[in-house]
T-cell receptor, first 110, second 115 residues
Framework: GEDVEQSLFLSVREGDSSVINCTYT??????LYWYKQEPGAGLQLLTY?????DMKQDQRLTVLLNKKDKHLSLRIADTQTGDSAIYFC??????????FGKGTTLSVSS | DGGITQSPKYLFRKEGQNVTLSCEQN?????MYWYRQDPGQGLRLIYY???????QKGDIAEGYSVSREKKESFPLTVTSAQKNPTAFYLC??????????????FGDGTRLSIL
């Protein structure tokens, strides 16, 4: 079956940029998503990109999609301590449910 | 405010007991989902429903049951057949446009523990 892979940890200093990477396997996915989870909370939809786009920018967030390599990245500019959380990449599966990666824990130090 | 409400936030189950987790949404979304999250893991799909009175099994449906009698509600029952129920349970919903599901929005989760 499909598998979404992410690195498990990323540590950055406040004010730096963070880049979280993800690879996916289902080339028929219509949308690809980034979710943020803070401790003990549910998942917050951060942003998503339609599969026919290469890039999407939303304030401090930039999503890049390379369909040829099935690679998705999330860049957070000017990372703040409040950005510390777990970030999940997800792809839709035949327009039904989502397939999630295991999440990348972002740690921001001041 | 529109949103997804899960209750309770914390739930304890005794051995051999069935428990039901509530999920209600007032977003007028067609589709609803239940996921299970274990420490250090992504989310795994238990059940989903795209329309009232219909639902499909996900990857880990054994030991769980659901119903979808109303559009707004999708309760999950964790039965005694589920031998390892301790986890964080997340409910989500989304609109359905044509054959494509729109982005899913999540509730705040229910943490289930075994006594």
């Amino acid at each position: 079956g499909e598998d979404v892979e992410q690195s498990l940890f990323l540590s950055v200093r406040e004010g730096d940029s963070s880049v979280i990477n993800c690879t996916y396997t289902d080339s028929s996915s219509t949308y690809l998503y980034w979710y943020k989870q803070e401790p003990g909370a549910g998942l917050q939809l951060l942003t998503y990109i339609f599969s026919n786009m290469d890039m999407k920018q939303d304030q401090r967030l930039t999503v890049l999609l390379n369909k040829k390599d099935k690679h998705l990245s999330l860049r957070i500019a000017d990372t703040q301590t409040g950005d510390s959380a777990i970030y999940f990449c997800a792809e839709d599966q035949a327009g039904t449910a989502l397939i999630f990666g295991k999440g990348t824990t972002l740690s921001v130090s001041s | 405010d529109g949103g997804i409400t899960q209750s309770p936030k914390y739930l304890f189950r005794k051995e051999g007991q069935n428990v039901t987790l509530s999920c209600e949404q007032n977003l007028n979304h067609d589709a609803m989902y239940w996921y299970r999250q274990d420490p250090g893991q992504g989310l795994r799909l238990i059940y989903y429903s795209q329309i009232v009175n219909d639902f499909q099994k996900g990857d880990i449906a054994e030991g769980y049951s659901v119903s979808r009698e109303k559009k707004e509600s999708f309760p999950l029952t964790v039965t005694s057949a589920q031998k390892n129920p301790t986890a964080f349970y997340l409910c989500a919903s989304s609109m359905v446009l044509g054959s494509s599901n729109q982005p899913q929005h999540f509730g705040d989760g229910t943490r289930l523990s075994i006594l």
